[in-house]
């Protein structure tokens, strides 16, 4: 039986990492991806494990740099994101081992606060199996459009932007976003045709990032980042649909996220888990844009 190596992830390894990834990941991936989420994060580049054998590297797990908002304060953060083992590694237990080297980066008083995921159906057993904490779904919804009132809309990113940084959430836990996270998260070079606009009338900023898909042959709009009162949102949504000639909003529609219709047509779900042993953080608040599987 052939040992298997595990280590930290270098630059030098990154084409036949990303061959692995690409070997294994059910979409295609190009190189201009990888540097994009993982070179290029305003966080900081990912931190990865590696795991070899004697015909060379076998399988990887990849964690974003974030940094968040815990009750307050502001501490740094990773990700759980690209697994990838290769079908002569499997059933080793490369994926809980490269997990485990993770682990200890929480478990050692590093900078380090925590680990978030969004895993799917069919990793989130391991996960838990690992002692990692399960929250509450986030819920979103399928709406059609409320009909009222439109307004002026803007399209300056630096308006967008500046009225999004202005959601004041201290009390939660998010993620913290500037200018520059913006122009990283929501980048041409991810392949998604991403769109925004402000209210123009609004004195309080209120903005959003949204992208365009069909539902059943209706063009949707997606709501990945928004701010402002319940009110305003509504207007601008409104305003937005009638725009994009689009007659249903997707949007978070827990109680915590404000300006969504009431009338809900069709739900689903994003499962959120983290990593901090023997520590309870249950109020998170993520916009859509956070949970999206780009990310």
Same mark, same amino acid.
């Given at each position: 039986?052939?040992?298997?190596?595990?280590?930290?992830?270098?630059?030098? $390894?990154?084409?036949?990492?990303?061959?692995?990834?690409?070997?294994?990941?059910? /979409?295609?991936?190009?190189?201009?991806?990888?540097?994009?989420?993982?070179?290029?994060?305003?966080?900081?580049?990912?931190?990865?494990? =590696?795991?070899?054998?004697?015909?060379?590297?076998?399988?990887?797990?990849?964690?974003?740099?974030?940094?968040?908002?815990?009750?307050?304060?502001?501490?740094?953060?990773?990700?759980?994101?690209?697994?990838?083992?290769?079908?002569?590694?499997?059933?080793?237990?490369?994926?809980?081992?490269? /997990? @485990?080297?993770?682990?200890?980066?929480?478990?050692?008083?590093? $900078?380090?606060?925590?680990?978030?995921?969004?895993?799917?159906?069919? +990793?989130?057993?391991?996960? &838990?199996?690992? @002692?990692?904490? @399960?929250?509450?779904?986030?819920?979103?919804? =399928?709406?059609?459009?409320? &009909?009222?009132?439109?307004?002026?809309? +803007?399209?300056?990113?630096?308006?967008?932007?500046?009225?999004?940084?202005?959601?004041? =959430?201290?009390?939660?836990?998010?993620?913290?976003?500037? %200018?520059?996270?913006?122009?990283?998260?929501?980048?041409?070079?991810?392949?998604?045709?991403?769109?925004?606009?402000?209210?123009?009338?609004?004195?309080?900023?209120?903005?959003?990032?949204?992208?365009?898909?069909?539902?059943?042959?209706?063009?949707?709009?997606?709501?990945? %980042?928004?701010?402002?009162?319940?009110?305003?949102?509504? @207007?601008?949504?409104?305003? =937005?649909?009638?725009?994009?000639?689009?007659?249903?909003?997707?949007?978070?529609?827990?109680?915590?996220?404000?300006?969504?219709?009431?009338? /809900?047509?069709?739900?689903?779900?994003?499962?959120?888990?983290?990593?901090?042993?023997?520590?309870?953080?249950?109020?998170?608040?993520?916009?859509?844009?956070? &949970?999206? $599987?780009?990310?």
């Amino acid at each position: 039986m052939s040992s298997i190596l595990y280590e930290a992830y270098q630059p030098k $390894d990154r084409e036949e990492v990303f061959r692995v990834l690409q070997a294994s990941m059910p /979409v295609e991936l190009t190189m201009e991806w990888f540097h994009w989420k993982h070179e290029l994060n305003p966080f900081g580049a990912s931190l990865a494990w =590696i795991a070899r054998d004697e015909e060379g590297i076998v399988g990887c797990n990849f964690f974003m740099q974030y940094r968040l908002g815990l009750n307050g304060e502001e501490r740094k953060a990773l990700r759980s994101c690209e697994s990838a083992v290769l079908p002569r590694g499997r059933r080793k237990g490369i994926f809980s081992n490269c /997990v @485990q080297h993770a682990h200890k980066l929480i478990e050692s008083g590093t $900078d380090y606060a925590t680990i978030i995921g969004t895993p799917n159906a069919s +990793s989130l057993p391991g996960f &838990l199996k690992m @002692q990692w904490t @399960q929250v509450p779904a986030f819920y979103y919804g =399928i709406y059609p459009v409320v &009909l009222g009132s439109y307004a002026r809309l +803007s399209a300056d990113p630096k308006e967008v932007y500046a009225a999004l940084m202005q959601e004041s =959430i201290s009390n939660k836990q998010y993620v913290l976003k500037d %200018e520059a996270y913006y122009q990283w998260r929501y980048s041409a070079i991810t392949g998604r045709d991403y769109r925004m606009a402000a209210l123009a009338s609004s004195t309080n900023g209120c903005a959003c990032i949204y992208k365009i898909r069909e539902i059943k042959g209706l063009r949707a709009v997606v709501v990945l %980042e928004i701010s402002g009162t319940p009110s305003e949102q509504s @207007q601008l949504l409104r305003s =937005i649909c009638r725009k994009e000639h689009a007659w249903l909003v997707v949007n978070l529609c827990q109680a915590a996220y404000r300006g969504t219709p009431s009338y /809900v047509l069709k739900k689903g779900y994003y499962d959120f888990i983290y990593y901090k042993p023997g520590v309870v953080i249950n109020n998170w608040d993520m916009r859509l844009g956070d &949970l999206e $599987d780009i990310l």
